[in-house]
């Protein structure tokens, strides 16, 4: 029997082999200077440029990496040869499968992905360090029926673990017509053992985006991927070398290997362990990997998990739905006295769902009530704007928008379950309870269908409270609250990141507004979120307060030394990595370019939304480069130090319409501009800089009259 060690060593040399074969091919049939790389990515090859700090460009730079792989490939029989050897046995497959995306291939076809792009890993960021993403397994192979395989999958996404699929087990779903799709956090990678390099790159790329390891830095990279990234390997017998290699990788990244096969390779505690039982591995994996699940225990007949929070539902497929955009919907908490809330009463006051026609549309309302000696009034909004979650989560649910103007949907098969509307309620209750237990005492839920009810919700009820909320909402500045807040969710990814929360200056992942923030501490007063005061000024114009510096440098434990909130320029704020969107600066029009997560095109800076991305993160200071949330576009602070939003040359086309109205607003007010919006640039109009100046020309855009930014 081969020992581990020639296992590994073997199957790296046949990768090996196979990668010098099909890298000298490629070189035969499109020469030397063809261009590689992934596409989506601002990291050309991610896991060689992680390991060597180098960036292949094309295939004669690729064939000289695959050199310096050679050099990694050492043979004393050491402990650290045998990780070494998986190291090289990874950059092998990612060499092989870079070399399909030659001439912008699309190799993969449905259901697979292949390689994905930084911004999914961006999105990735806050659902891995709020624990919504508990971990991220990887299987591999075939298992020993098509059932278990689909068990052990669906085991783990109902724990919201992210699950991502190589080889037989992808055809294994499809046989059981399993649901798979990155908005259900299954996703198959590829069936080629190969292309289990697209989710290791996942891995690798969170620290180069979220944790400022040095490209080159190998010891620190994997020192991040085993503290920082929760993830597992689930491997089906039988493993032959090239996948014995591949696990030495696994392994040496910190995710232990949970395997099947108990031929021949030897257990190594915690890192290779064998459990002849498949319906065992998830259990064995979460204590392998330490990962902790919340459990959340809902009486419903479906199943709850944030896996389910993407899922979609087409029509073809629904029961029932209820429509805000045709008739009267609406969704509202509402804080009440003690004495009015029965806790855990669940009304429902009209029809239900089987007293619909299959397929109809519907009017529903939903009233949240909830009382305790410590709620406050500002938190309803804050509870509210969960719901979209919530129900997102019922396995058969989908949910979209907010306030009146949602849109719920319920799957046939949800109703088929014995789902009905009181389970809302009980989604609804049990949730609110859970999660903020420390003000809410008691709870209870009123459901209307009644047409009229509704109506008479929406309008009399739920709009004026609104339409208060949005006008203390308008009038919160900076200026007016006493305090503001420090958010440091991130630090599990990017240690040394703090992002401070303002009313006019919600988080950069556009998840944590000043009331989230207020709201978060309040309920977990040693949390994420800590009063900043900011009695003492430094300096008015950038933002700049000596309390701010103080928290901000203990919060960052002495990585960061100062911090301005309103400037770009002058020790702007730092970014961890899932930022909504990024601005940098653009020299020939003395502006600001700004591209969103969503858009995939290229911008007047000569870079894309991933490449301009690259440029800051991981909770360092990068001048002319600030990660934001959307809603920070519209804001009288946005560069407040630098001119404001005049500064704004271009955006994304689809961007630019979801902040017109609130962007207009602000530019009329600061500077009198109507319209301001449509001075602005976008991919319809340029994307080269001379062309963009020439428009902003013509326009007369205020960027082309100010001071110079540099
Ligand atoms: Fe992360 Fe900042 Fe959002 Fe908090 S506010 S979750 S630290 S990006
Ligand atoms: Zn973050």
Redesign the pocket.
């Known amino acids: 029997m081969a020992t581990l060690f020639q296992r590994v060593f073997s199957g790296n040399d046949a990768v090996y082999g196979l990668t010098e074969g099909i890298i000298d091919k490629a070189i035969e049939q499109y020469g030397e200077e063809k261009a590689v790389s992934f596409p989506g990515t601002a990291y050309s090859l991610p896991c060689y440029y992680a390991v060597t700090g180098t960036k292949v460009t094309n295939l004669k730079e690729l064939k000289e990496a695959l050199g310096v792989v050679k050099t990694l490939m050492t043979r004393e029989n050491e402990l650290n040869d045998v990780f070494m050897s998986g190291v090289a046995t990874a950059l092998c497959a990612e060499f092989i499968e870079v070399i399909k995306y030659i001439d912008g291939a699309t190799p993969y076809e449905e259901p697979c992905y292949g390689h994905l792009g930084d911004p999914v890993i961006r999105e990735l960021g ?1 659902p891995l ?1 709020t624990g919504d993403i508990p971990g991220v397994a990887v299987i591999l192979g075939s298992a020993p029926t098509a059932e278990q395989g689909v068990a052990l999958v669906k085991s783990y996404q109902a724990q919201g673990i992210l699950v991502t699929l190589v080889g037989g087990i992808i055809d294994q779903c499809q046989e059981m017509g399993y649901k798979t799709g990155a908005n259900v956090r299954v996703i198959p990678l590829g069936k080629d053992v190969t292309s289990v390099i697209h989710v290791v790159s996942v891995a690798i790329r969170a620290a180069l985006i979220f944790g400022n390891v040095t490209p080159g830095d190998a010891g620190a990279l994997m020192t991040y991927t085993k503290d920082r990234v929760p993830a597992f390997v689930n491997a089906f017998e039988p493993l032959d070398d090239v996948i014995v290699a591949c696990g030495a990788g696994a392994i040496a990244l910190g995710f232990p290997v949970i395997t099947n096969d108990d031929k021949d390779v030897p257990p190594i505690p915690k890192s290779l362990i064998i459990q002849k039982d498949v319906d065992k591995w998830n259990a064995t994996s979460l204590e392998a990997r330490d990962i902790k699940i919340k459990i959340t225990n809902i009486d419903i007949p479906v199943a709850f998990a944030s896996a389910f929070e993407g899922e979609i539902i087409r029509k073809g497929d629904m029961q029932v739905e209820f429509d805000g955009s045709r008739v009267d919907c609406v969704e509202l908490v509402s804080m009440k006295e003690l004495s009015e809330v029965e806790d855990h009463k669940i009304e429902l006051i009209g029809p239900d769902i089987d007293e619909f026609e299959v397929g109809s549309k519907h009017s529903i309302a939903y009233v949240v009530e909830v009382a305790g000696k410590s709620m406050q009034a500002d938190f309803e909004p804050v509870f509210e704007r969960k719901f979209h979650s919530y129900l997102n989560c019922i396995e058969g649910v989908m949910h979209t928008g907010q306030r009146d103007m949602i849109r719920i949907r319920i799957s046939k098969e949800a109703f088929n379950a014995g789902f009905r509307a009181k389970h809302l309620g009980e989604v609804l209750y049990a949730q609110v309870k859970n999660e903020f237990e420390a003000v809410v005492d008691k709870c209870q839920v009123k459901i209307y269908t009644n047409p009229e009810d509704c109506t008479k919700m929406r309008h009399e009820v739920a709009i004026p409270i609104f339409d208060k909320r949005d006008e203390r909402l308008a009038s919160m500045t900076d200026e007016a609250v006493p305090v503001y807040y420090s ?4 630090q599990a990814f990017s240690p040394s ?3 401070v ?1 303002t009313p006019e200056r919600l ?3 556009g ?2 507004s000043w009331f989230d923030a207020k709201a978060t501490h309040e309920l977990q007063p040693n949390g ?1 979120c800590q009063v900043v005061t900011k009695e003492r000024c430094i300096d008015e114009r950038i933002g700049e307060y000596e309390d701010v510096n103080e928290i901000v440098k203990k919060l960052s434990q002495g990585a960061l030394e100062d911090v301005s909130l309103y400037s770009i320029m002058e020790k702007p704020m730092t970014s ?1 990595g ?2 909504e969107c990024i601005c940098g600066i653009e020299p020939f029009s003395n502006g600001v370019c700004i591209a969103n997560r969503e858009y995939a095109g290229a911008t007047p800076l000569g870079m894309t939304f991933s490449e301009l991305a690259s440029m800051t993160g991981g909770g360092v200071q990068t001048p002319g480069f600030m990660g934001h949330g959307k809603h920070f576009i519209a804001s009288k602070k946005f560069m407040k130090a630098e001119g404001g939003v005049a500064r704004i040359v271009w955006m994304p086309k689809e961007l630019k319409e979801q902040v017109r109205e609130n962007l207009d607003k602000t530019a009329k007010e600061l500077y009198g501009i109507d319209n301001f919006s449509d001075m602005i640039g976008d991919e319809t109009i340029a994307t080269d800089p001379e062309e963009l100046v020439a428009f902003l020309t013509e326009k007369g855009h205020p960027a082309l009259g100010m001071d110079p930014m540099m």
């Open positions: 806050v360090v958010c440091i969710m991130c990141h703090v992002c929360v988080g950069l992942c998840a944590v994420p961890c899932c930022f």
